[in-house]
């Protein structure tokens, strides 16, 4: 009786096992597809940033024209 009590413990740790496997698959899936997403949006950042730089820069030279 004892050794059926142990085996069907083993069974359960085996399945929470697997679960736990298949929810660390899941996990790492999600994980790449976020840092995919934060590589683009630092990418976008960065162009947005380069835009804005240059919007600056024109301004700063339309004020010098006018007042100039």
């Known amino acids: 009786e004892r050794v059926a009590v142990l085996e ?3 069974e359960d740790s ?3 096992k697997e ?3 298949a ?3 899941e996990l790492k ?3 790449a597809e976020c ?3 934060i590589e683009f ?3 976008s950042l960065d162009e947005k940033d380069k835009i804005i730089r240059q919007l600056k820069k024109e301004n700063t ?3 010098k024209k006018i007042s100039g």
């Open 8 to 10: 069907t413990k083993l």
């Open 14 to 16: 085996q399945d929470d």
């Open 19 to 21: 679960k736990l496997l």
């Open 23 to 25: 929810s660390l698959g």
């Open 29 to 31: 899936m999600a994980l």
């Open 35 to 37: 840092k995919v997403r």
């Open 41 to 43: 949006l630092e990418k």
């Open 61 to 63: 030279e339309l004020k």
